[in-house]
């Protein structure tokens, strides 16, 4: 009780000198003393204040992340961005909902750093892509297409397909299609798997051309996909390439 009246104490000086020593506080063992640290920090903004609270967000205890998260969130310091987004692939929950609505206050600003995160967020990707889907998913489609370029783990391309799928963006097509024809991508057999959702009759030829395809996996998955895109597509217009084709 007394640590906290000092602490209090400190606060209410509202001076630059009384900074470090309420810092050197969020180096002890106490939660309690933590967290009304944070909160004392957080009436004093500053570079400072942004500097040591992004390294509070690195810290395990829920509630010290989520009330360290309210600086940021009241402050929109841009330099805790890359600390915010690491708090998605966090193993609880409410961190995760509380990082991403700090990270959807801040909007596409955010995405960046987002990005960073999700190229290895293995298992939690759904939650990272979900984040960004929903500060924008326009805004957000640069982001993932690049990190779809480059990510190897089959969790983070699926959930980035799913993305795709889900939002029917102008130009996914157009980027997945290169995919349909690189034999090494860990995820072709997704991609020649995702595309007819997406009801675009540019897919067809390349679907045609896998039906030759060395791999017999990939032919097999290209006639499906082919069967598909027909079935789900009534105007002509999506039918007629494949006669072309």
Do not use: W
């Not at 063992?29 to 933590?34: E, N, W």
């Not at 690195?58 to 360290?68: G, K, Q, S, V, Y």
């Not at 596409?108 to 759904?126: F, Q, S």
């Not at 805004?139 to 480059?150: D, I, R």
């Amino acid at each position: 009780a007394i640590r906290v009246g000092a602490i209090e104490g400190l606060g209410r000086f509202r001076d630059e000198a009384s900074i470090e020593p309420l810092i050197k506080q969020l180096e002890g063992k106490s939660l309690v003393i933590q967290i009304k640290t944070v909160e004392t920090l957080s009436k004093q903004p500053g570079p400072r204040v942004t500097e040591a609270l992004c390294k509070v967000l690195d810290e395990e205890d829920p509630r010290l992340l989520i009330t360290a998260l309210r600086y940021f969130k009241d402050q929109r310091e841009e330099a805790g961005l890359p600390a915010i987004a690491r708090l998605l692939i966090n193993v609880d929950e409410h961190v995760v909902q509380s990082a991403a609505g700090v990270l959807r206050h801040f909007g596409p600003t955010a995405l960046p750093a987002i990005g960073e995160v999700l190229a290895n967020a293995g298992d939690r990707a759904k939650q990272v892509v979900k984040a960004m889907v929903e500060i924008d998913s326009h805004s957000a489609l640069p982001t993932l297409m690049q990190v779809f370029g480059t990510a190897t783990d089959m969790h983070v391309l699926i959930e980035i397909l799913d993305a795709f799928i889900l939002h029917d963006l102008p130009g996914t097509v157009d980027f997945l299609i290169p995919f349909l024809e690189r034999p090494g991508f860990p995820a072709r057999a997704e991609v020649v798997q995702a595309i007819p959702y997406l009801r675009d009759p540019a897919s067809v030829a390349p679907l045609c051309r896998l039906l030759s395809d060395p791999d017999v996996h990939i032919r097999r998955l290209a006639a499906t996909s082919l069967d598909k895109l027909v079935a789900t597509c009534a105007d002509v217009e999506m039918v007629d390439p494949l006669g072309q084709a």
